[in-house]
């Protein structure tokens, strides 16, 4: 079965980054679509950013230019780089796989914007 579990999340200043990561096992991440939401207190689950099995990337306009998504084929993981942080990047971050068969969540990460 399926098992995706992130990690990196933590307080950080407005200003600063951190790298999140979304380990993989029982499937290849490479032979899907991978993507990074996130939920903030009282809010829905918003798509942040994705990456495709040939490595075609989408960000939500809220984090173009301060987000990347990549993947460690070697290693099964995806990460997310996180940069210019500020308050309102404040959330809980979810990995998320389709394997044509479900979709497939992590526990979450939690990632807090303060000063």
């Known amino acids: 079965q399926v098992r995706l579990v992130e990690s990196g999340g933590g307080l950080v200043q407005p200003g600063g980054s951190l790298r999140l990561s979304c380990a993989a096992s029982?499937?290849?991440?490479?032979?899907?679509?991978v993507g990074w939401y996130r939920q903030g207190a009282e809010k829905q689950r918003e798509s942040v950013a994705s990456?495709?099995?040939?490595?075609?990337?989408t960000y939500a306009d809220s984090v173009k230019g301060r987000f990347t998504i990549s993947r460690d084929n070697a290693k099964n993981t995806v990460y997310l780089q996180m940069n210019s942080l500020n308050s309102e990047d404040t959330a809980v971050y979810y990995c998320?796989?389709?394997?044509?068969?479900?979709?497939?969540w992590g526990q979450g990460t939690q990632v807090t914007v303060s000063s």
């Open positions: 998320n796989l389709k394997d044509g068969r479900a979709d497939h």
């Open positions: 029982g499937t290849i991440l490479s032979f899907n679509t």
């Open positions: 990456i495709a099995p040939f490595g075609a990337t």
